[in-house]
């Protein structure tokens, strides 16, 4: 029964690297080759935890309020080569799989920055600096306890 459990763990956590290993964010890929993104796995982890969480959860679209907000037009690039693309017109169906990286977006050390996005109605809210690295290290501190709990539920059965 022990070799069971044991083979059964070493199986879950074998395979949980093979497929962390493949696992990458898609829209990552406009911007990054999957060798970069490799290298970058093995070099720098800190940069790409941030950059999966800032291109799935860090930034996200609110009706423009009626009262006065400060905000720059959210104007659309070719992620590699930073060049403002021809094609500036902003849907819904943008807003719905929203790529930031395929957009001039900056963000600021300690404050919140607002991006019109084209004719939508819509403002893009983008956390500080600050805000934007803490979002990072707590979703890597969640997907670490998830799995955790997983392991843990394995060694109980």
Do not use: W
Not at 15 to 43: H, P, R, W, Y
Not at 66 to 71: A, L
Not at 120 to 142: F, W
């Amino acid at each position: 029964m022990k070799t069971t459990k044991i083979i059964f763990l070493l199986a879950f956590i074998f395979g949980s690297f093979i497929c962390n290993a493949q696992e990458v964010n898609q829209k990552l890929l406009v911007k990054f080759d999957a060798n970069e993104l490799k290298e970058m796995k093995k070099t720098n982890v800190e940069n790409l935890n941030f950059l999966e969480y800032y291109v799935s959860e860090a930034l996200y679209f609110v009706p423009v309020p009626d009262k006065h907000v400060n905000y720059k037009e959210l104007v659309r690039i070719n992620p590699k080569t930073k060049a403002v693309s021809e094609n500036q017109t902003i849907t819904q169906a943008d807003i719905d799989d929203f790529n930031p990286l395929e957009y001039d977006i900056s963000y600021e050390p300690d404050r919140y920055t607002y991006y019109l996005a084209g004719n939508t109605g819509m403002l893009l809210v983008v956390p500080s600096q600050r805000d934007l690295k803490l979002g990072s290290d707590n979703r890597v501190k969640s997907l670490k306890l998830q799995q955790t709990q997983q392991l843990d539920k394995i060694n109980k059965k």
